[in-house]
């Protein structure tokens, strides 16, 4: 029987199948010695899960960035520790203003989904790519999450070949193809944790995705806009018209910060954890009531639920950072079984998707 950590090493193995050697149509698309490969520690990810307390503890005071990039928290309360920064790549452009920091697992997750959307249909534009995280995580901008280097705003392919950002999708302007594409390959070649989507966008993409012959139990399992199932990996949100919000299990990342946090408060090389209660405020709460009695400041607070002002609405959830007290968690990461489909439409068979033998050696589902 599989080890814990053995388990989540194999997943980084997997975590990036390969296209396969189907032909690519001939178009203009960019020659591959221009596609930029994203920086990587020397050393394989998943060899770092297998160093023993001893040997962490003894790179981690020698050469830190040599443990590769950590993610450490919650997605809301979270620290980012060597992040990498997206590189430049053709097929992708970054939004003006946007912190594009994450980890190595992150990036290459991007890059096997936009990659297999290249793959079927070369003569695309560039995906625009929003925020990630701030260089060492924490708290970003306009966001309650984006602090671990695992959230990441994905723009949507749009009709005409034209990059945009932040446009609404609508039955017009929306690329139905791509974008059934891009997220059946979140879904299927990367560690995705969850989509957040509008369900008006939502259904546009299941009803296209049920018409090329897609399997609807699988597509059921994808879309809560389907059967509505619990634990549906594209979830409604408000505010997600214009944009997906994806967030990727980090199997290395997640597990190398579990293991490290402790060293790196011990060795003064990271602040001790802050992470948060959620507090309904009563009528007449005020942010200093708040922050004596949960022993934090009032800076602290409106940072953490990106207000600029000191007013507070009665009845609403703030997140009160608190530090020091929330311990890591004690047990490995474990990352969901993906959800594969049983058969590829004729649309979508330029490329050879993962299945449950490639992927975990059979084909039970199990």
């Known amino acids: 029987m599989l080890s814990p950590l053995d388990s989540l090493a194999g997943l980084?193995?997997?975590?990036?199948?390969?296209?396969g050697a189907a032909p690519v149509p001939a178009g203009p698309a960019v020659a591959p010695a221009a596609i930029v490969e994203p920086a990587r520690p020397a050393e394989a990810p998943a060899a770092l899960l297998d160093l023993d307390d001893d040997d962490l503890k003894a790179r981690i005071e020698t050469d830190p960035e040599a443990i590769g990039s950590l993610s450490i928290g919650t997605p809301g309360h979270a620290s980012l520790m060597n992040a990498v920064q997206l590189p430049p790549n053709p097929h992708w452009e970054i939004a003006p203003n946007a912190d594009s920091y994450a980890t190595t697992e992150t990036v290459a997750f991007l890059e096997a989904a936009i990659d297999t959307v290249y793959a079927l249909f070369p003569e695309t534009p560039p995906l625009?790519?929003?925020?990630i995280s701030a260089p060492d995580g924490g708290h970003l901008k306009r966001h309650r999450s984006h602090q671990g280097g695992r959230d990441v705003d994905l723009g949507y392919y749009y009709r005409g070949g034209k990059a945009e950002w932040f446009v609404p999708a609508t039955a017009a302007n929306f690329d139905l193809a791509r974008n059934w594409a891009l997220v059946?390959?979140?879904v299927t070649r990367t560690d995705v944790e969850l989509i957040?989507?509008?369900?008006?966008?939502?259904?546009m993409l299941y009803k296209y995705a049920l018409s090329i012959g897609e399997d609807?139990?699988?597509?059921?399992?994808?879309?809560?806009?389907?059967?509505?199932?619990?634990?549906?990996?594209?979830?409604?949100?408000?505010?997600?018209?214009?944009?997906?919000?994806?967030r990727f299990y980090n199997p290395v990342a997640q597990e190398m910060g579990r293991r490290a946090q402790p060293l790196l408060v011990?060795?003064?090389?990271?602040?001790?954890?802050?992470?948060?209660?959620?507090?309904?405020?009563?009528?007449g709460q005020t942010l200093g009531q708040l922050a004596r009695r949960y022993h934090t400041t009032v800076r602290a607070i409106m940072r953490a639920n990106g207000l600029k002002r000191t007013l507070l609405a009665a009845g609403h959830t703030y997140q009160i950072p608190m530090r020091g007290s929330a311990p890591p968690p004690s047990e490995p990461l474990v990352v969901r079984h993906r959800v594969l489909p049983p058969s590829t439409p004729a649309e979508l068979a330029g490329v050879d998707w993962p299945t449950e033998e490639t992927l975990y050696g059979s084909t039970s589902g199990q």
């Open 196 to 203: 957040l989507l509008d369900m008006r966008v939502q259904r």
């Open 128 to 131: 625009v790519i929003g925020d």
């Open 184 to 186: 059946r390959a979140l």
């Open 216 to 246: 609807k139990d699988f597509l059921d399992h994808v879309f809560q806009c389907g059967r509505g199932l619990s634990g549906a990996i594209v979830e409604h949100y408000p505010g997600h018209r214009t944009h997906y919000h994806v």
């Open 12 to 19: 980084w193995m997997l975590a990036m199948p390969t296209l």
């Open 266 to 283: 011990q060795l003064h090389l990271m602040k001790p954890a802050v992470y948060a209660v959620s507090v309904v405020v009563r009528r």
